[in-house]
């Protein structure tokens, strides 16, 4: 390397700028590689539509093009090739990068042919081609160690050897643990006349695969029981899953004393990160009926707040939810829990029982002492273990590093540091 130059990175995923969980994951891993002073990270950034930020990259926005497609593929399959880079790292669900196979072909045929990493999610049973889709890079990273399992499952070509496993984090300078004056006075301002009652939140975005009305179905039923409690839902009123004020109306629920909405909420931009963080510290306990997740964002979120999370028994919420840390609900273990939803490339889902929710929220509400047991354990597992910008940030740094050793015999003593480290507040 010469002097001074640093390893530069061009990365085509979600922009840090937008609120989505691809781009809570993307801010993350590239504050890691920023911070260590040998790394120059230029994005071409899906939902990123050109405004003002204070990032230090550069971003291109990929929506922006003649055939209206919101990832931008066509785009950036003619943008990889003129653009100067070091490495390329891709972040993006593996049946949207259709486009690989054929961009990696093209740049090895035109020495461009520099190392490649993929970080994917899989959130059920994928489809051969959807694994081939990223195969052609050097370095596959799933979220799981259900993700590699499935891919190498459905792709005989995909040997476990080539796939490393690098679960999300937490940023704890974001979730984490609120004076317990400011989280009621926050409460009382937010909840109103409902701030005393028992608040359980679901926090995903109003999308089929999160299922929500499965969870207010569990809210009809918990309220019958408990009926000083109110269901928060974290997300647009109406998105790509529901109209979900008319779910409510027709379980005959109240939008203003029994199930709250967000104000003013759009699904890209959402709320600052020290709203959604006291949200989190103002629930009582943190829900989800997701059909299947590549990792999901909102348990680990929870646990950073120590609060109790109830999440399915499906896909990784298995592998890393245990009795001592969380309460899983029965999903997907019978003929009569599992689904095939159209326009979802068919994929068998895994519903969540009802009937076990319900009874996870009354064993939370019922035995305080023990929900908040589960949920010490999972603070102190989450904080130890799970910090973005802890233990998760070396394993990021270390495959990067790695992989661009590996391609080009390059000593990363001679890649110069010394950049400004940057703390999180200043992004």
Request: net charge neutral; with cysteine; aromatic share 12%.
């Amino acid at each position: 390397m010469t002097e001074n130059k640093k390893i530069r990175v061009l990365a085509y995923c979600d922009s840090p700028t937008c609120a989505t969980g691809f781009a809570t994951v993307s801010r993350n891993i590239f504050e890691a590689l920023y911070k260590t002073g040998r790394y120059e990270i230029d994005i071409l950034g899906i939902n990123y539509w050109g405004d003002p930020h204070s990032f230090p990259y550069r971003i291109w926005p990929t929506a922006i093009n003649q055939e209206k497609d919101p990832y931008g593929r066509k785009k950036v399959c003619n943008m990889i090739p003129r653009m100067e880079y070091d490495m390329l790292f891709f972040l993006q669900d593996t049946f949207i990068l259709d486009f690989l196979p054929e961009l990696m072909a093209y740049l090895k045929r035109n020495n461009k042919n520099v190392p490649s990493i993929c970080y994917y999610p899989i959130d059920g049973v994928p489809k051969e081609k959807w694994i081939k889709n990223v195969m052609e890079v050097d370095q596959m990273v799933a979220y799981s160690e259900f993700g590699k399992k499935q891919s190498v499952s459905v792709c005989k070509e995909c040997g476990a050897n080539r796939i490393e496993v690098i679960p999300h984090g937490v940023n704890l300078n974001d979730f984490h643990i609120l004076p317990k004056e400011d989280v009621v006075e926050f409460k009382k301002r937010y909840f109103s006349h409902l701030s005393d009652h028992f608040i359980i939140t679901n926090l995903n975005r109003n999308q089929q695969r999160k299922d929500i009305p499965r969870t207010i179905t569990a809210f009809v039923e918990f309220r019958k029981l408990v009926p000083k409690s109110v269901l928060y839902l974290h997300m647009a009123k109406v998105d790509q899953g529901w109209n979900l004020p008319e779910v409510c109306k027709a379980y005959g629920l109240s939008i203003s004393s029994d199930v709250l909405f967000p104000e003013n909420f759009g699904p890209n931009q959402g709320y600052p990160i020290q709203i959604v963080n006291m949200l989190y510290n103002c629930s009582d306990c943190v829900v989800s009926t997701s059909l299947g997740e590549g990792f999901g964002l909102s348990w680990l979120e929870s646990m950073a707040t120590k609060k109790p999370v109830i999440m399915p028994n499906n896909t990784m919420f298995s592998e890393f939810i245990t009795d001592d840390l969380g309460y899983l609900v029965r999903s997907g273990d019978t003929p009569s829990l599992k689904i095939t939803f159209p326009h979802d490339n068919e994929v068998i889902r895994s519903l969540t029982d009802v009937d076990d929710l319900v009874a996870k929220m009354l064993d939370v509400y019922n035995n305080p002492k023990e929900a908040m047991r589960r949920a010490e354990n999972a603070y102190k597992w989450v904080t130890t273990e799970m910090d973005w910008q802890g233990p998760i940030a070396k394993r990021w740094v270390d495959v990067f590093d790695k992989t661009f050793q590996a391609k080009t015999k390059t000593n990363l003593e001679e890649v110069p540091k010394g950049t400004k480290v940057i703390e999180a507040e200043e992004f």
